[in-house]
């Protein structure tokens, strides 16, 4: 039996929300970095499910110490959105965006709507998929491995839907084929569940049979596994496919409205086990995202519960066929309604920080104080020397350009998770390691220069001696 060992590490998250709205009603929040400055901004959509004077979708961008400053000039105040994703859609390199329209806050059924990023925080207004009824969730992911990226949608009467990008974001191609085409799904995520190279997916039908499963071929074509599914219940929202326990198996992790979390390890055989045991078995949950958030090696789950706050639950305790979780307590996280998460390194500092979409307090982010949080330079003082001080310009490991992630997970398509080949990243030490590797060069130098200096002294002793044993 192979076991593995607690958490052992503990975070707290300090709110860095200066710019962003406080008490409005939102649905959902994703990262992204769409004016090109190397720092995430924050984009996110108004629910209007209580309160109809919120619709709309916005953008926020970060200046890579938590403040934000709005850029939505270019995108509708009006209508009501369940969900937005960034990605590049026309590959020009800049950072594009796609918004569903929410039933729940009775706003007219057009479908996606889709705005073309210009590199620089503005947006004009492209050619969208789908312009009727809804759409509930929605991922942007290269299904047919052409470099291209297609759009996935959960709407909210006619099943999933996939349309294939031409790398214009002009022309698309339906191809649903195999898919169900009708009834309301609420959540999808890609994956890799059977081990054959290909994308499958995973999406939870509202008001059907649970969890529903497709096998993909590569091409755009899907083939029914949902009798291999091992959740039937209805009423569920977030869902992620990840091999959270690390054995070389896509695993399930599913949120319920009424019936808690719940977690699967898979056997790229299409069966699953539970590993639920530490989950909440009641209460609402929406989005989650599932990321090594105390870089522990192991991964943790990240979610918004409707009635409490954005919870987090540690993942890496038991055998693989035992896994137990462990609700993280004292975070600093506050209560509220929350329906949206997201998580992504957003002041460089190495460990992941926390973004929530509410309803009644707006959209806030949280700095995670695991490896402490950089200070803004100030702009104020006299000191010429701090004044050009910009996140990210420095030699420090941490800085590295943040990309946008790939659209494995559903609610987090804005932003890069920590993970390599299924194993999350853990942060260099400030232990002077990585400097030393630097000065390598250097050190050689130096003792290249101390063998010649050894041996011009040796040749100088030489030639003396020589010199005095002639003048005898």
Request: glycine letters at 14%.
């Amino acid at each position: 039996m192979i076991l593995l060992l607690p958490n052992v590490q503990a975070e707290s998250y300090s709110g860095s929300s200066n710019g962003l709205p406080t008490t409005e009603e939102y649905n959902y929040v994703t990262f992204g970095d769409v004016n090109n400055d190397d720092d995430l901004d924050i984009a996110y959509c108004g629910g209007g499910y209580l309160d109809s004077r919120y619709f709309g979708l916005f953008v926020s961008l970060g200046d890579g110490y938590g403040e934000w400053t709005d850029s939505s000039s270019d995108l509708p105040t009006t209508g009501s959105y369940g969900v937005v994703e960034l990605g590049d859609l026309n590959n020009d390199g800049n950072l594009d965006l796609i918004a569903g329209h929410d039933h729940w806050a009775r706003s007219d059924p057009n479908g996606i709507v889709l705005y073309l990023g210009d590199g620089e925080g503005g947006w004009s207004k492209g050619s969208s998929p789908y312009t009727s009824e809804y759409a509930s969730q929605l991922l942007i992911e290269d299904i047919n491995d052409d470099n291209n990226m297609d759009i996935i949608a959960a709407t909210q009467s006619e099943g999933i839907k996939v349309w294939l990008g031409d790398g214009t974001a002009n022309t698309w191609t339906e191809s649903s084929d195999g898919l169900p085409d009708d009834d309301e799904y609420t959540g999808v995520t890609l994956g890799d569940i059977d081990g054959d190279g290909h994308l499958d997916m995973a999406a939870t039908d509202y008001n059907g049979n649970g969890v529903h499963l497709y096998q993909g071929d590569g091409n755009g074509k899907w083939t029914d596994k949902t009798d291999s599914s091992p959740i039937t219940r209805n009423n569920n929202f977030g869902i992620d496919i990840i091999d959270f326990n690390k054995d070389g198996h896509q695993d399930l992790i599913v949120n319920s409205q009424w019936r808690g979390i719940s977690a699967f390890t898979g056997n790229s055989d299409w069966s699953f086990s539970d590993a639920s045991s530490g989950l909440p078995i009641n209460g609402e949950y929406g989005e989650l995202q599932v990321v090594d958030i105390d870089q522990d090696s192991y991964y943790d789950i990240v979610t918004a519960g409707s009635n409490t706050r954005v919870e987090i639950y540690k993942g890496g305790t038991g055998a693989f066929s035992s896994w137990t979780w462990t609700e993280a307590s004292d975070t600093g996280l506050p209560s509220g309604t929350y329906y949206g998460c997201a998580v992504a390194d957003i002041d460089h500092d190495g460990d992941e920080d926390i973004a929530g979409a509410s309803w009644g307090d707006g959209v806030s982010v949280w700095l995670n104080d695991l490896n402490g949080n950089p200070v803004p330079p100030d702009d104020d003082d006299d000191d010429p020397i701090d004044d050009d001080v910009e996140p990210g310009d420095g030699d420090d490991p941490q800085d590295d350009d943040v990309e946008p992630d790939n659209g494995d997970d559903p609610v987090d398509d804005g932003y890069v998770e920590p993970i390599v080949d299924d194993q999350p990243v853990t942060p260099s030490s400030d232990d002077g390691t990585d400097q030393e590797m630097n000065l390598g060069g250097g050190i050689l130098s130096y003792w290249w220069v101390l063998v010649i200096g050894v041996l011009l002294v040796i040749l100088i002793v030489v030639f003396v001696l020589i010199i005095r044993k002639r003048a005898r």
